[in-house]
Every structure is written in structure tokens, then in C-alpha cells.
């Protein structure tokens, strides 16, 4: 039987697919809320060229009879759909939970309209509670941990696991993170540093919410 909390998710990844139309170019995300837009979009089948943000996203769409391309023969997209681990009152993100989130920016940065899909848990005052998701090149990874605690992060820990692209996956405690742009702009700066897990909110057009009782849409203004 199905959760309260994964019925609330399913009504609103479902409200986000409602935003793809017949002949759009779609990014498609990676997470467990909007596993229910692709879901949607696999039993509509409208005439859409996608692109996945994962490997897990990309088999998933093929076998819902999607058509998946490469980005780069894709080029742009008309709107992209992806879920989030935290969402600032801002509608500044968190997102890399799975370690897509190299793929997932560039998907999100390619697509003209950004529009994220979440559960109500997932809205906070301050990003920095769940961590932050960080990409590093294997050559130096010691080296960008200690740049990275020197930009105030009081520990640094690698998973286990790669990333989709072969690297590195490791997880930043920054505490909360006043100023998301100011430090997405000294992340960026780290060499061998390929990817963070702040997504400011000038990418975000809305965030389709999934509340026990109903599903909302949160616009950045």
C-alpha cells in the first residue's frame, strides 16, 4: 500500500509533467519525486525529445518508450524537471543526494524554463543541513578537500561510490550556508573541483510542492 507521503509525491511530480507539451525538448531529472513526471510522461507519450541527467533516469525513459538523446544533439531544451534536497525561501537549491548533480546543472542550465519538484520535507529556511554534494576530479582530491574546508567547510567526506562520469562523489558541511551565491562563486573557484551542489534560485522558475493535503507551486518573484 502506498505511503501518504509517496501519494503526495506522485500528485505533484505528475502536476510538473503537466507543463510538457507536444514537440518540447525536456531534461529530465533524478530523484524520488520526479520519478513520478517520467512515469507520467511514459503513460501520455507525448512527441518530446529528452534528455537524462542519469544513467538510472536514462534507462528509465527508454523503457517507458521515451526518446532520449545526448545533450549535445539536442542543444537546448524547452523546459527541464528535476527534484531538489533542500529549497531556501529564495528557491535557492541543494541538490547531488544521488550524485547526479554535474549532469543535473547542465541539464538545468541547457533548458529555458527550470522547474523543480519536491515533497514538502525538503523546504527550509537556510540551505546546509543536508550537506553539500561536491564532484572532484580523482587526480588531487586531498588538495580540493583542504581548499574547500578552508572556504569554511568544517569537514569534507568522500562516498564510496563514483559519480555517472567516473569521479569523485564527497559531501561538504558548510553548517547553514547564509549566501548561497557568494559561495557557489568560491566553489566554482577550487581546481579539480568540477561540480557543487548549489543551484542559486536565478535558475528556478517554480517548485511544485507535495503537501500531504494538496500540491503547490512556489514562484520566484
Avoid at 512527441?47 to 542543444?75: F, K, N, Q, W, Y
Avoid at 557568494?182 to 573541483?193: D, N, S, T
Wanted: with cysteine.
Amino acid at each position: 500500500m502506498k505511503s501518504a507521503a509517496d501519494a503526495a509525491k506522485e500528485r505533484a511530480g505528475r502536476r510538473a509533467a503537466e507543463y510538457v507539451k507536444d514537440g518540447m525538448r525536456v531534461g529530465l531529472g533524478t530523484g524520488s519525486t520526479v520519478h513520478f513526471s517520467i512515469l507520467a510522461l511514459g503513460e501520455r507519450k507525448p512527441d518530446i525529445t529528452c534528455v537524462a541527467t542519469s544513467e538510472r533516469t536514462h534507462e528509465l525513459a527508454l523503457r517507458l518508450g521515451l526518446a532520449v538523446l545526448p545533450p549535445d544533439e539536442v542543444g537546448s531544451l524547452d523546459v527541464a524537471i528535476d527534484g531538489a534536497d533542500e529549497v531556501d525561501r529564495e528557491l535557492n537549491l541543494v541538490k547531488g543526494g544521488g550524485g547526479a548533480h554535474l549532469r543535473e546543472k547542465i541539464v538545468a542550465a541547457m533548458a529555458a524554463r527550470f522547474i523543480v519538484v519536491v515533497d514538502e520535507s525538503k523546504l527550509v529556511e537556510q540551505l546546509g543541513a543536508f550537506g553539500l554534494p561536491l564532484e572532484v576530479l580523482p587526480f588531487a582530491p586531498g588538495v580540493v578537500a583542504e581548499r574547500v574546508r578552508a572556504l569554511g567547510a568544517s569537514g569534507v567526506v568522500a562516498r564510496e561510490a563514483l559519480s555517472d562520469n567516473g569521479n569523485l562523489l564527497m559531501d561538504a558541511d558548510f553548517g547553514r550556508i547564509a549566501e548561497p551565491d557568494r559561495l557557489a562563486r568560491e566553489l566554482a573557484c577550487v581546481p579539480g573541483l568540477v561540480e557543487h551542489g548549489i543551484f542559486p534560485a536565478a535558475m528556478v522558475e517554480r517548485v511544485v510542492v507535495a503537501g500531504v493535503d494538496a500540491v503547490r507551486e512556489l514562484e520566484r518573484t
